[in-house]
């Protein structure tokens, strides 16, 4: 089993900017994929952006450029930089964390850009 907990999310201008964190716990396999996912009112939970356990990299189009998904393997975290941030970035923010054995979520994070 994984625990995931997040934190970072909140309201912010248009332009501005959020860093997102998500630390894991439990059994951390050795390999593994870990990321951020979304979900808008009204609309089906999308990929932002995952990092693998060798480092692999892959972003959604409509973020790339502007958001920065970084790991720190001392303390199993990853974290998702997000600079200019637009109106259509609100939606709720989940950790996610899947390895061999299962798909782990976290509670989600909401993050609203708003002025």
């Known amino acids: 089993q994984v625990q995931l907990v997040e934190s970072g999310g909140g309201l912010v201008q248009p332009g501005g900017s959020l860093r997102l964190s998500c630390a894991a716990s439990g059994i951390i396999r050795s390999i593994y994929t870990m990321g951020w996912y979304r979900q808008a009112p009204g609309k089906q939970r999308e990929l932002v952006a995952t990092i693998t356990s060798g480092d692999s990299i892959r972003y959604a189009d409509s973020v790339k450029g502007r958001f920065t998904i970084s790991r720190d393997n001392a303390k199993n975290t990853i974290h998702l930089q997000m600079n200019s941030l637009k109106p259509d970035d609100t939606a709720v923010y989940y950790c996610?964390?899947?390895?061999?054995?299962?798909?782990?979520w976290g509670q989600g994070t909401q993050v609203t850009v708003s002025s």
């Open positions: 996610n964390h899947r390895n061999y054995v299962g798909n782990y």
